[in-house]
């Protein structure tokens, strides 16, 4: 086996796949090719060379281990996919085609998500929600089962016990632990998360929690009251002027490709694509306005930033591959700026008592993603352990309704669920990435997005791509290991500080 020749076919291969991504999701290019673009490069894909990279790891020592160990994941994930590829392309078209009627009009699956998070109505809202969850039933789950029960037989043939072995082997992350941290902060905030979510759910909506179903929280979260601080003509120009105080100038990256034209196929939500890594990285927005575009076009232009920034000359390991948990912390660092009072007053001139109010909100919002995400990894073991998929239904409505103390609907049981335990990615983001705001506060107080000397902290940080996991960026900051407790603290922090 040729490893640099593997390496280079394998920059090429996601370099084609996330051009491929843009030009669909940009809407440029009506169809989508994967199973293409998985065929040209089939080689990267065989048994073989999934075993010949783990004795190659096996045997190496230091950086050549971590980036044997990358290769790996890569090539891991890659390869189980291999036979289900169709059946996704198969998937993504049902799923574009599915309509479902509302008040005698057809309306697509993917559109009724945005009827449901705008009807202000309950008894509209649960008609709507039940439609989507019948449909989810009968026209999607039957191909989700043969896709999950696919990927797991993969995973045996990889030689795995089972998925959830496979993943904790390939990310090097102790899942199980991490899902005792998630119990933790599921137990330490469920008072106040009764207290204050229940609260706020029944003044913005009149809903009682204990009436109350999933379909009410993306109404909730919707928070049209909030429209007029969150204007789509000033999007762009937002981050553009939040960069320059930090010293970034986003004109002058010429590696970034700004996509904001509007066109009729462009995904409604904001995305980054890194085709070349620091070169070509799309950042592609269609403004609509409201606090969660903001929040997506922030969280996309953390990734921008971050890819933009990575030294091109890394390993390709380094700057391809890796702990997504990263990216996905920097990500959270620029989104959560708008849950920062002063970058509320400063950029949106929001009053300091409004401000107080809007962050309250995000923050109560984010315990009900946290402890979401906690029910998410804790059903997701069960859904990828050993045992077969059938009757996990019932598991799954009754572990994410306790964690949300919402009635969730057991027909999202396949598809309420993240390949390749990225749940588990997310959340140790959600950790590093209260772990570095920890620092950043220290090092350059709670205002950090206004010196020149924090972008440069950042840029820094970014400048190593995918290099260190967050455990290793964090004990260069001082810190002894991701810690559950940051997270915990700041969300309660937040909640109680801002009531
Ligand atoms: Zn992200």
Redesign the pocket.
């Known amino acids: 086996m040729d490893i640099e020749k593997y390496k280079i076919n394998a920059q090429n291969f996601l370099s084609e796949l996330d051009k491929e991504y843009y030009l669909h999701f940009a809407g440029l290019k009506e169809e989508l090719n994967i199973g293409a673009i998985y065929d040209k490069f089939g080689e990267l894909f065989l048994l073989e060379y999934f075993n010949l990279i783990k004795e190659f790891k096996d045997k190496a020592k230091g950086e050549d281990r971590k980036k044997y160990s990358y290769l790996l994941k890569f090539c891991g994930e890659t390869l189980i996919e291999k036979p289900v590829k169709e059946l996704i392309d198969e998937m993504g078209e049902d799923e574009a085609r599915a309509k479902i009627e509302v008040e005698g009009k057809d309306v697509s699956y993917r559109y009724s998500e945005v009827l449901l998070s705008n009807e202000p109505d309950k008894t509209k809202r649960d008609s709507i929600d039940e439609k989507r969850n019948k449909l989810v039933e009968k026209q999607f789950n039957p191909k989700l089962y043969m896709y999950w029960d696919t990927l797991h037989a993969q995973a045996g043939k990889l030689r795995f016990e089972c998925y959830n072995d496979m993943f904790s082997y390939l990310k090097g992350v102790d899942l199980s632990r991490l899902k005792s941290d998630m119990e933790k902060l599921l137990e330490v905030t469920h008072q106040i998360y009764i207290d204050n979510f229940g609260k706020l759910l029944l003044s913005e909506t009149g809903i009682e929690l204990d009436n109350s179903k999933k379909s009410d929280f993306a109404y909730l979260k919707r928070a049209t009251k909030y429209d007029v601080f969150f204007k789509k003509e000033r999007l762009v120009e937002l981050f553009k002027q939040t960069l320059a105080l930090m010293g970034i100038d986003l004109d002058r990256q010429k590696n970034i490709f700004l996509d904001v034209e509007e066109r009729k196929n462009k995904s409604p939500r904001a995305f980054c694509c890194t085709v070349k890594i620091p070169d070509e990285i799309y950042l592609v927005i269609m403004p609509k306005g409201g606090q969660d575009d903001f929040e997506a076009m922030f ?1 996309e232009g953390g ?1 921008a930033e971050h890819f933009s920034n990575t030294r091109s000359s890394l390993d390709f390991e380094y700057k391809f591959l890796g702990d997504s948990a990263v990216t ?1 912390g920097y ?1 959270f660092a620029m989104e959560n700026l708008m849950q920062n009072k002063e970058w509320l007053v400063y950029f949106l001139k929001m009053s300091p008592e409004y401000a107080r109010e809007f962050v309250y909100f995000s923050n109560v919002a984010k315990l009900w993603f946290c402890r979401r995400y906690a029910g998410k990894l804790k059903y997701e073991l069960i859904l990828h352990g050993s045992d077969p998929i059938s009757g996990k239904d019932a598991i799954y409505r009754q572990i994410l309704t306790a964690a949300n103390l919402m009635q969730y609907s057991s027909a999202d049981y396949l598809k309420d669920v993240d390949d390749s335990f990225y749940c588990a990615d997310y959340i140790r983001a959600w950790v590093f990435e209260a772990q570095l705001k920890d620092h950043m506060h220290q090092k350059f107080g709670y205002g950090w997005f206004r010196q020149k000397k924090a972008g440069d902290f950042l840029k820094e940080l970014w400048s190593y791509g995918m290099k260190y996991d967050p455990v290793e960026i964090l004990q260069q900051l001082g810190y002894k290991d991701l810690d559950i407790n940051y997270l915990i603290y700041s969300l309660m922090e937040e909640i109680k500080k801002n009531k």
């Open positions: 969280h990734h996905e990500a």
